[in-house]
């Protein structure tokens, strides 16, 4: 059974950091693209960051570029997500999600975590 | 950047009836990578239908999904209760992106 948990959310100010992390099972983590997407409270979808199986690739929303980094580690099957530089506008769930296609670079998601709540507030 | 824009924003429907939610891409988005997730409250979203028309593993057949070029549709041939939630339709032929959802209610 494929399983995502996500972690690291929590209650920062403006201008803080966290780093969320996100323990994958169940599956090939070395095969798939991994990403993050958002819901801010109360709205819609919005897809933040993705990585290439490898981790060799990395992909972002244009208002995260140079704020947010996505790394892997697949000897220990988890994703990451290093947060920095946090706007009130940042605040969402954050969820884990996995690519739906073995092997190829396709950012659609089969597999979501149950997410992991970020709040940005002095 | 692709922008999906997705009508109605609430649909109003009762158990039994027939769902036609659209999506509306502000360029053309390959039929390979269109896709429709289902989200019910306070969970994650679950993927329905990817390709625009092939559906994911374990959905039911009341759900079909049609469309290419800019216009694709998700259909719900008879509501059954558990259906009614937000729908939201995602490309990922470039950067993806998410239409804003549109939002099946019990009429």
């Known amino acids: 059974e494929v399983q995502l948990l996500e972690s690291g959310g929590d209650l920062v100010q403006p201008g803080g950091s966290l780093r969320l992390s996100c323990a994958a099972s169940?599956?090939?983590?070395?095969?798939?693209?991994m990403g993050w997407v958002r819901q801010a409270p109360g709205k819609g979808l919005e897809w933040v960051s993705g990585?290439?199986?490898?981790?060799?690739?990395?992909y972002y929303v244009d208002s995260v570029k140079g704020r947010f980094t996505i790394s892997r580690d697949n000897s220990k099957n988890t994703l990451y997500l290093q947060t920095s530089s946090l706007r009130a506008e940042d605040t969402a769930v954050f969820y884990c999600?996995?690519?739906?296609?073995?092997?190829?670079?396709?950012?659609?998601?089969?597999?979501w975590g149950q997410g992991t709540l970020v709040t940005v507030s002095s | 950047e692709i922008v999906l824009t997705q009508s109605p924003g609430t649909l109003s429907l009762s158990p039994g009836e027939r769902a036609t939610l659209s999506c509306r891409a502000s360029?053309?988005?390959?039929?390979?990578?269109l896709v429709w997730y289902q989200q019910k409250p306070g969970q994650a979203p679950r993927l329905l239908i990817h390709?625009?028309?092939s559906r994911a593993t374990g959905i039911p057949d009341r759900f079909s999904g049609s469309g290419s070029g800019t216009d694709f549709t998700l259909t719900i041939s008879r509501l059954e209760p558990e259906d009614f939630a937000v729908y939201y339709c995602?490309?990922?032929?470039?950067?993806?992106?998410f239409g804003g959802g549109t939002n099946v209610e019990i009429k």
């Open positions: 999600v996995k690519g739906a296609v073995r092997w190829q670079e396709i950012y659609y998601f089969d597999y």
């Open positions: 169940g599956f090939t983590f070395d095969n798939y693209v």
């Open positions: 990585i290439s199986a490898s981790g060799g690739s990395t």
């Open positions: 360029q053309s988005v390959s039929s390979s990578y």
């Open positions: 390709g625009a028309s």
């Open positions: 995602q490309q990922c032929g470039g950067a993806p992106t």
